[in-house]
């Protein structure tokens, strides 16, 4: 998590076991066999587990394997979608703020394909009497440094606050269904280079916010790369039921994957 790895949950099991005589768990690659296990104790306290460890075989991956489940029945098959969860270090709680970022890949033939993105930024407690606020949560994409397959878009991008999408409550492109968190206090930052898109939100949220951004786009008939982007920015103040509105108190900091500054 720190790390901020990318994993879909179909890509893996919990494996269990005993090894003598104690029960151990892993998280492991999904359909992995596991040839062996070994569990080291403390040499002070024979009952505790100080570490334990598995062999797993180097499986081939099946040819012809389903896509990933999509978060929600009747939304479609993404091609690839993961989670991955991002941590954001502030001076004004003892904790890091989090940031759960998510990404699907749909494909709707081999030229083109729609992006989406769902994010949630989740504040750290702060001491008591102290009012924290998210000022600006932005997420955006665009094309992977060094590739060129992407021809045209962004299109049908969004939400747009207004919308018919936001009136719904959903983004629906032929088979494809998104549904939509909020589209209040936000604002659509597509447009610029390397196909840039994504959404802004600025406002005074306490406690979590939700932030959706997708757009449309054409290929030259191999799977576009994309590169994800978030920015956070919070406040912190002395009054818990009065919005943070003195900026000297603003935090600000970003996360990308490694493939959107150029």
């Known amino acids: 998590m720190r790390s901020s790895g990318m994993v879909a949950p179909s ?23 596991v040839e062996s296990a070994a569990v080291v104790t403390d040499a002070a306290e024979d009952t505790d587990i100080a570490a334990f460890g598995v062999e797993i075989a180097e499986i081939e991956e099946a040819v012809g394997t389903a896509p990933p489940v999509a978060h929600l029945k009747g939304r479609g098959t993404p091609l690839r979608e993961a989670c991955r969860t991002l941590w954001f270090n502030t001076p004004a709680a003892t904790n890091d703020d989090q940031v759960y970022d998510c990404y699907e890949k749909y494909k709707l033939s081999n030229s083109s394909y729609i992006y ?126 009065v919005p943070c509105i003195n900026t000297n108190n603003n935090y600000s900091a970003t996360w990308n994957d490694g493939g959107y500054n150029r």
């Open 116 to 241: 989406n993105r769902y994010s949630k930024a989740t504040l750290a407690a702060a001491a008591g009497g102290v009012r924290r606020e998210i000022h600006e949560f932005t997420i955006r994409f665009r094309q992977y440094k060094n590739y060129s397959r992407i021809t045209g878009g962004p299109y049908n991008y969004g939400p747009l606050p207004g919308s018919t999408d936001c009136n719904n409550g959903q983004f629906s492109y032929g088979v494809v269904t998104i549904p939509l968190t909020s589209c209040a206090s936000i604002e659509n930052v597509s447009g610029g280079n390397y196909y840039n898109s994504g959404t802004r939100y600025k406002g005074h949220a306490t406690g979590q916010k939700y932030v959706d951004a997708y757009a449309r786009f054409t290929s030259n008939g191999t799977e576009p790369i994309f590169s994800d982007y978030v920015w956070l920015t919070t406040a912190a103040c002395g009054d818990m039921w």
């Open 11 to 33: 890509d893996v099991e919990v494996w269990t076991t005993e090894v003598d005589g104690t029960d151990v768990a892993a998280v492991i690659p999904d359909g992995s066999v």
